[in-house]
């Protein structure tokens, strides 16, 4: 029997809409949501979304494993994971790091700046 793919769905709400509605928009699936673009986007750098993609529908992963299959050197996706981490983007299974879904689906409207 097939499993169902579990998408992460990452979006920004800004703070006032989230406490005028109570909650964030309605999601299937799980959820991550950034209270700002710029938030989004100083935690999902390119390099931690070209991490987070190596790790979609891997399993658990060590640090050094990462490394390799990005290329990268450890140290940098070490620091790139401990900001992971702290987001709550990935998360830890023992000395392994997991990101337990199939795919990632960004959410993210632009609108004018001008007030």
């Known amino acids: 029997m097939a499993t169902a793919m579990e998408t992460l769905t990452i979006t920004v709400e800004a703070l006032e809409d989230i406490k005028a509605r109570g909650a964030p928009k309605a999601y299937r699936g799980p959820r991550l949501v950034f209270t700002s673009t ?47 981490l702290k987001a709550g983007v990935i998360r830890k299974d023992g000395r392994k790091i997991v990101f337990p879904y199939d795919a990632v689906r960004l959410d993210v409207t632009l609108t004018s700046a001008a007030a």
């Not at 529908?57 to 401990?82: C, F, M, N, Q, W």
């Open 38 to 84: 710029d938030l989004l986007l100083e935690v999902l750098t390119s390099a931690r979304l070209k991490l987070v993609q190596c790790m979609t529908g891997a399993g658990p992963l060590s640090i050094r494993e990462i490394a390799r299959r990005l290329g990268r050197d450890v140290h940098a996706v070490h620091s790139d994971v401990t900001a992971l």
